[in-house]
T-cell receptor, first 121, second 110 residues
Framework: EPEVTQTPSHQVTQMGQEVILRCVPI?????FYWYRQILGQKVEFLVS????????KSEIFDDQFSVERPDGSNFTLKIRSTKLEDSAMYFC???????????????????FGSGTQLSVL | GQNIDQPTEMTATEGAIVQINCTYQ??????LFWYQQHAGEAPTFLSY????GLEEKGRFSSFLSRSKGYSYLLLKELQMKDSASYLC???????????FGRGTSLIVHP
């Protein structure tokens, strides 16, 4: 089965440094997402991306965050100046389509990558 | 936003049946997902409900009642490998983005 791949699997950085997390979504998918999960807490939405622009973002996704699709395959999340509280597992996800009405086979199921564990020291 | 409530932890015996409940509050409900997440791993899709009723897929079934804002995930013939967190995620409020609950940690013991 096709999968979403993320690199690196672990990233350690100093507070204030910039980090770029990389993802390769499933090739025929059109919608891309970043979620994060702080240890022991719930999976939280950061941003969604469609047609080369942000379609939705959460309150967490402030000016320190940006996303980019630099070529036809990669999808990146940049944190400009990391803070201690940015330490989390960051998951990239992609979906083939969003839900439209009640068509059962076309409902925007998210496929998640295995995540990047970001540790900010 | 969505308000999603699940029990924090449940335990069950190998071979048994367990039901994990999820209640939610949202306007403009547009689908509910169940995901499984093993410790340190990514969530993986289990089921999707948008209409009332039961969806069965092998050992796993999921039920939805939109009028009650309620869903459950039923796991039959439990195996040790079913020990994981089970995440309920709801879409609504005019957004197509699923919002996740805190998850239910299921421990299966021999």
């Amino acid at each position: 089965e096709p999968e979403v791949t993320q690199t690196p699997s672990h990233q350690v950085t100093q507070m204030g440094q910039e980090v770029i997390l990389r993802c390769v979504p499933i090739s025929n998918h059109l919608y891309f997402y970043w979620y994060r999960q702080i240890l022991g807490q719930k999976v939280e939405f950061l941003v969604s991306f469609y047609n080369n622009e942000i379609s939705e973002k959460s309150e967490i996704f402030d000016d320190q965050f940006s996303v980019e699709r630099p070529d036809g395959s990669n999808f990146t999340l940049k944190i400009r100046s990391t803070k201690l509280e940015d330490s989390a597992m960051y998951f990239c996800a992609s979906s083939e389509a969003l839900a439209w009405g009640f068509e059962r086979g076309w409902y925007g199921k998210l496929f998640f990558g295995s995540g990047t564990q970001l540790s900010v020291l | 936003g969505q308000n999603i409530d699940q029990p924090t932890e449940m335990t069950a015996t190998e071979g048994a049946i367990v039901q994990i409940n999820c209640t939610y509050q949202t306007s403009g409900f547009n689908g509910l997902f169940w995901y499984q997440q093993h410790a340190g791993e990514a969530p993986t899709f289990l089921s999707y409900n948008v209409l009332d009723g039961l969806e069965e897929k092998g050992r796993f079934s999921s039920f939805l009642s939109r009028s009650k804002g309620y869903s459950y995930l039923l796991l039959k013939e439990l195996q040790m490998k079913d020990s994981a967190s089970y995440l309920c995620a709801v879409r609504g409020g005019g957004s197509y983005i699923p919002t996740f609950g805190r998850g239910t940690s299921l421990i299966v013991h021999p």
